[in-house]
């Protein structure tokens, strides 16, 4: 009975949502960012804000969309889950055709589930969880990010063949699921292509200190040498813990995440050095590809400064194919636009070819480049694809035995 009512009302305020959409102006199309404009997930969504806003300026003035012209309503969720629903729901009132959502699956969910109660499409700004989409959220929702265990798998594939690195130790920080995915990545592939995790820990950002932590990793690493040290963290614990880390002496080389590119947390960590991430387009001025340079100046022309890390570039090649798919459908009604989304295979975008499937709206096969960070710097030394696709029980961390 209790079951039922609570579905009952689940419908009813879907139903109550979808009902207080008031009719678009017929001359725009309203865009809605349910996103932290303040928290700790500001981090992450400010300069994604930013960059979907320089497209939707860049698409106005050259006509708008379907002759309609592009129109931001935003909801600051203040990094709070609790506020990130109002902000949905705020948002979806005031018309929003698309609500985007803050670049973090635990953060961002609860503004993309209005969405999809709603039936209109939301977009993460560059959450790497794979529940940031059909399996976390429903058919209507993307990401513009690739899946964070991409990321753990580039830099398995990538230490072995190009560093050499033949064993591991996995830190991993337990607070969000894109840590968690990360790490996946990184446990599939590294024994796959030869590698040998020797040890294995966890902590929470939250915590002051990690000194148990590093007792237990020297003496694993007492009994067997360790090549490199996996730290799947985010900010605001992942420097802390990076920082003591080095503190304690330990001067092998670390792996990072792509939530760790960028410098405006390096001061945490002086002197740093043999610190490498996985990240999608560089924002230090040295991508491989003249356009994503070309856009950050744009970016910084519009906004005053270059973007801080490559999260602001994802939501742009998104916001391509979104349009691509509005202009063949001919309308922004979301199960048309969904549709043609879900044939593109390989369609090109500022960031390389994208793929979307009525099962998968992240890429799990995309070109990462890798980045050595540190030092108060940030440099592109390589960039790789790893080899197969990552499988659904990796992506969506099922249990296979």
Sequence with gaps: MAASRLLGGLALGAALTMG???????DEIVLGFAVADSGAMNAY???????ALLWMEEQNAKGGLLGRQLKEVS???KSDRVEGAKAGQRVLREGAVVVFATCDYDYGAPAALQAQQAGVVSVFLCAGDPKAGVMGVGPLSFTSSNAAQVEGATLAEWGMEKKGYKTAYVLLDETLEYNKSACAGFDW?????????VGRDV???SDASIASQITRFRSVAAEKPVDVLVLCSSMPGAPGALRQIRAAG????????QSMDGLYWQDAVPGLKDFYVPIQASAYGDDPRPEVNELAERFEKRWGARPATQYAFPIWAFMELWAKAVEKAGTT???PVVDVMNSFTDEPTLLGPRTFTPMLHIQDRPLELIAEVGGGQ?????QWRIAEPVPQEVLYRLKTD
């Design 203 to 205: 902590f929470k950002g």
């Design 45 to 51: 969504d400010s300069d994604s804000k930013k960059m």
């Design 75 to 77: 909801a600051d969720t």
């Design 333 to 335: 009604d979301a199960q």
């Design 189 to 197: 592939r590294f024994p796959a292509v030869g590698g040998e995790i």
């Design 20 to 26: 207080a959409l008031p009719s678009q102006a017929a």
């Design 378 to 382: 940030g440099k592109v030394i390589d």
């Design 250 to 257: 330990i001067d092998i080389p670390v792996f990072g995440s």
